[in-house]
């Protein structure tokens, strides 16, 4: 069973510029969810897909958006990258079989210069 | 409003127990859990507690629920260097389909 994968590991973008983070969940997880982690804090909810729609949203401005792919893989998109976007981006997945369970990708660090 | 509190810093002596605490503050928290961080890496799940619990022991750790002070605590027994890391404490409403709220996190250091 593998793990749920992150890619790329590390990027740098330029403030204004567009960037695509990308989430395979682990084998059977249908429910993906994105998280922000800033420098010495802990996670902030994005959002979270389920079975390839919306399901759930935190309180981040609509220029973060998302999609699930039929395969429950899921890619994070934010639009006009401003210097505080500069973090850690986590997803992670679980399944209907497991409710309890989210488990964490290794994570996309993202600098915004 | 849910909000979850963690102290910064814990140093502990190699063999020693080690308690990292966390409070939080929306009673309606069904799921409790505790993950940890290691540098430059993403979080791993250790150990979760259901509201209607009050202690759970898995190996080495041991989560201990006190609902009614909202406080919950880890207790890693026979701290290992291998142990050091940022550990995360993060309520849920419900089950693995609602949003985790984390506190900042303990960084725990442990002294050879």
Known sequence: ETGVTQSPT????????????RCS???????????????????QFIFQYYREEENGRGNF???????QFPNYSSELNVNALELDDSALYLCASSSERDLDEQYFGPGTRLTVT | ???????????????????INCTYTD?????????????????????????????????RLTVLL?????????????TQTGDSAIY?????????????????????????
């Open chain 1, 25 to 43: 969940s682990q084998s059977g997880h249908n429910t993906v969810s994105w998280y922000q982690q800033a420098l010495g804090q802990g996670p």
């Open chain 2, 27 to 59: 009673s309606s928290s069904t799921y409790l859990y505790w993950y940890k961080q290691e540098p430059g890496a993403g979080l791993q799940l250790l150990t979760y507690i259901f509201s209607n619990m009050d202690m759970k022991q898995d190996q």
């Open chain 2, 1 to 19: 409003g849910e909000d979850v509190e963690q102290s910064l810093f814990l140093s502990v002596r190699e063999g020693d127990s080690s308690v």
């Open chain 1, 61 to 67: 401005p609509p220029r973060f958006s998302g999609l």
């Open chain 1, 10 to 21: 590390h990027l740098i973008k330029t403030r204004g510029q567009q960037v695509t983070l």
């Open chain 2, 66 to 78: 006190n609902k009614k002070d909202k406080h919950l605590s880890l207790r890693i027994a026979d």
């Open chain 2, 88 to 112: 995360f404490c993060a309520e849920s409403m419900s089950s693995g389909n609602t949003p985790l709220v984390f506190g900042k996190g303990t960084r725990l250091s442990v002294i050879a």
